[in-house]
């Protein structure tokens, strides 16, 4: 179960930090494959770290080759470590593609948390709860959040709230670091919905929003600072030491 997998790694090793392997293969350099470069970056970062974030596009981009990478790399975190993986797939679409989606990412890659968008509501949501978590978009860091989130994501943290009665532990929400006004607001009414951070790092979002989160389950995402870093591990421990004084202090 992720809140369980999570928790555990959170106390071990002190940290709410979760690597993003955006591992594109255009930007990876001194490395044979996109799998021996994710090797490197779990080797260097496994004990610094509360879990794996992998962005699926990255490896559809490469098609079969890159899907092979994908299995390989989450092999890889389950033979190596005791970390939750959380697929960045947001997929969001009827029912019975939803239950083929779930079974795919649960079943078959064994991930422990996908995240979902859920514009077509609790028919996107509800099957990847029944296999496992699923972090559902809410407000995310990109600059057009205006188009349409702003306007909707009041129902969409009602929906999850009213979805987590029945899913306890299964469920949380995306909020972008970027969005500090909104935090403390949504924080507030968010119940034991789990926390899924972005922005933090290359978008340039304040970590002191997570002084407002501290009762919560919270995991935060750095991709491309940390796993492009020239040091790879000071990386990542600058910014475990940066979250946890936030959080844990």
């Excluded at 928790?7 to 044979?32: Q, W, Y």
């Excluded at 770290?49 to 299995?71: D, H, P, T």
């Excluded at 679409?93 to 239950?99: C, K, L, P, S």
Aim: with cysteine; charged share 30%; aromatic share 10%.
């Amino acid at each position: 179960m992720f809140i369980k997998k999570y928790r555990k790694a959170r106390d071990k090793n002190t940290s709410i930090l979760v690597v993003g392997l955006d591992s594109d293969p255009e930007k990876i350099k001194g490395f044979k494959s996109v799998m021996e470069f994710n090797e490197h970056i779990v080797k260097e970062t496994a004990d610094l770290v509360c879990g794996y974030k992998i962005n699926i596009a990255f490896y559809e981009k490469s098609g079969w080759r890159g899907y092979k990478a994908l299995e390989e790399t989450i092999e890889l975190i389950k033979n190596e470590t005791d970390l939750p993986i959380i697929l960045d797939a947001k997929r969001g679409d009827i029912g019975n593609t939803a239950r083929a989606y779930a079974k795919a990412y649960f079943d078959k890659l064994g991930v422990d948390s996908v995240t979902v968008n859920p514009y077509m509501g609790r028919d996107a949501i509800i099957p990847f709860l029944e296999k496992g978590h699923a972090f559902v978009l809410l407000l995310t860091s990109n600059e057009s959040i205006g188009d349409v989130e702003l306007h909707v994501y009041h129902k969409v943290l009602e929906l999850a709230k009213e979805l987590e009665k029945s899913y306890p532990e299964k469920i949380g929400i995306v909020v972008g670091a970027t969005r500090k006004e909104y935090i403390g607001k949504i924080s507030n009414t968010s119940g034991g919905l789990s926390w899924l951070i972005p922005g933090i790092g290359a978008q340039g979002g304040n970590p002191e929003v997570l002084r407002e989160l501290k009762e919560k389950d919270v995991v935060v995402n750095v991709s491309r600072t940390i796993i492009f870093a020239e040091n790879v591990r000071k990386k990542a421990e600058e910014f475990r030491e940066l979250l946890a004084r936030q959080y844990f202090d």
